[in-house]
Structures are given as C-alpha cells and as structure tokens.
C-alpha cells in the first residue's frame, strides 16, 4: 500500500488506544494541536466513559475515554499500551492498510531470542516494523507504514553514541561503553507502585535492572551489533530519580586509541547537522533544558589521553523518549516538515 504524502491541506483522523497513560496524554496534547492531524477517538481499557478533563484538566479537551474493540476507521493509530498488549493489535491494523505507531517494546527487536529473554513474553511478534529513530533512519520511516517508537533510555543513549557507530568516516573504534541514566518517576507508567510513591522516592535515587534492562538489546540492534555477540562490551546501569519527568545519561567510552575533543566534537556537530531536534552543546546539558520539549542535549564533556571519552545526553522521557518521537516519526510518513507540531 502506499504510503500517504500531504501536501499541506489535507487533515488525517487519528486514535490513540491506550490514551490515559502519561505518553498517552502526551500524545493526547500534541495532536490537538497538530495542524494536519483531526483527533478522532481516544481509547483507554480502564479510564473508559471518563471525561479527558478529569484525569487531565490542563488538556483542555472535550472528550472522553472509550473501550477499543477493533475499530479500524482512523487513517493513523497510535498505540501506548503496556508491554504485551500492542502485539495482539497490531496485525489487524496493518491488515486493514492503517497507519500504526506502538510505543510500546513489542516490535523493537528483530531478534524473537532477544525478545524472549529481555520481554518474558511467550508470544513473539508477528509484524515487522520500522524502529522509528527519525535521526538515525528517516529514510526508512518515510516509506514505512508501521513504526514502533525507541525506548526512552535507548533514545538518550542511542543518540549520544551513534556518530562514534554510524559515520561512514570510520576514524573511530569503541572498545566499551558504561553507561549511568537517571529516569524521572513517570517512566515507569502512571499506575500506583508503592516504591514510587512520594514519600518512598522524595529525596531518593535507586538502580534496577542491573544488566537485565529491556532496552540494552535495542540499544545494541540500533548499533549494529547484538546482546549473543557484541562487537564492544556494555554496561548499562538505569536509575530512577526524584524527578517527574528527563532522562540524564552519563556515557563513558573507551576508544582504541585517543581522539581530540575539538575533533570529536566537530564530528558530532557534522553527524547532526540536519537533525532539527538534536543539540550538539558547548556546555554542560541539564534535564531542565529539555523539560517538556522535543530535544536532545548532547554535551562531549571529556576526552582522556588513554582514549577515555564522556558524552552526557539529557531528554525528556515522555517527549523525546515517547509521545514527541512518535509525532515526529508520524510527521516524516506523512511527508511534512517532521518539527510539525512539535516546536
């Protein structure tokens, strides 16, 4: 089927199942305001009959919450199901020619082993979809009918190491990556956990999943290589913070031999010279300077004279990591400028 191109005055219906959630609401706001996009339904499992303006009073939306049961007459869907949910939708949007975005983990992998292992998921998925990192693969998403959105760790950490993978100048080889990223609360869902309650979490940083994180073998497809055969050892460390929303990613590199920095940078600078929502920046980022926008903060903060290198990412983790990559992604399909709704 072909892919839809606008020519700046046509409108597409849009639905969000799974849209009471945090990206949810996130992908709730930004499509109101889309200039060529017309909101049509709203699906959520356990919010159904619900007015929008209760759970969401800043939203400003008139509609209410509706049980999903197959509807398929939206020309684009996007899904922000838990993980598990979107692989027994999704094949019968695509059968019916729709559009679809699914932000959950459920076709991020090419790998069914990985899947298994990193998921716990018995069934495996049956679609095969285009990973929607625009900067990395636009070309791909411009001719894609079915997206499944980057994970928010594997967005900040993806994004602040691809020019030392992807440049076809191969002046550079990465020996090891260590990597610390710091998650606000709200990436974890908006379901009620104890642990993340105020008074577990105020004044409080924790790891979890040491090692085990469903987002380190995206991490390393998106690089080329895999979790069964890496071609350079990484270590992934995420952490939950005392902050609703940002994810700030410390990564240490160890190249084969030592790089200038001023070359380093300018290389980064280059790699990124046409994405819109990536800044390559002189000085230090900070989760705040991404706080409810489409940006990623790349910060090259060191290069040692062993060949040691430290790139610091900040993103917000319902934007970039979420809701405004998914638009994003929705605004290249559709042949637009892909900062459309989002600036």
Do not use: W
């Not at 993103?315 to 638009?327: E, H, P, R, S």
């Amino acid at each position: 089927m072909n892919q839809p191109v606008s020519d700046g005055s046509q409108k597409y219906s849009v639905s969000i199942i799974g849209a009471s959630g945090y990206s949810g609401a996130e992908l709730t706001r930004l499509l109101l305001h889309h200039p060529q996009v017309e909101l049509r339904e709203l699906y959520a499992f356990s919010q159904t009959g619900k007015p929008v303006s209760e759970l969401y009073p800043a939203l400003d939306c008139d509609m209410s919450y509706k049980s999903y049961n197959g509807e398929t007459e939206s020309d684009i869907f996007f899904l922000a199901l838990p993980h598990g949910e979107a692989l027994q939708l999704v094949p019968a949007l695509l059968q019916a020619g729709k559009t679809v975005i699914d932000l959950s983990g459920d076709f991020r992998l090419k790998s069914v082993l990985e899947h298994q292992q990193f998921y716990k998921q018995a069934k495996s998925p049956e679609a095969v979809m285009t990973y929607g990192m625009p900067e990395l693969f636009g070309e791909e998403i411009k001719s894609s009918k079915a997206i499944s959105n980057p994970g928010c760790f594997a967005t900040s950490i993806i994004l602040g190491v691809a020019p030392l993978f992807l440049s076809n100048a191969s002046i550079i080889k990465v020996r090891s990556i260590t990597c610390t990223s710091t998650s606000g609360i709200s990436g974890a869902g908006r379901s009620s956990k104890t642990e993340l309650s105020f008074s577990e979490m105020s004044e409080n940083v924790r790891a979890y999943k040491v090692g085990i994180h469903q987002h380190t073998p995206e991490i390393m497809q998106a690089l080329g290589t895999s979790t069964s055969n890496p071609s350079f050892d990484f270590t992934f460390t995420p952490m939950i913070g005392a902050l609703v929303r940002g994810i700030y990613s410390v990564l240490n590199v160890q190249l084969d031999k030592p790089s200038d920095m001023e070359d380093i940078k300018r290389h980064y600078r280059n790699f990124y010279r046409n994405a819109p929502f990536v800044r390559v920046r002189e000085s230090m980022t900070e989760v705040r300077h991404v706080y409810r926008t489409n940006n990623c903060d790349i910060h090259v903060a060191h290069a040692g004279a062993g060949g040691s290198l430290v790139i610091v990412t900040a993103i917000d983790n319902l934007l970039k990591g979420a809701a405004g990559q998914a638009v994003q992604n929705m605004n290249i399909m559709l042949g637009i400028d892909e900062r459309t709704g989002l600036s």
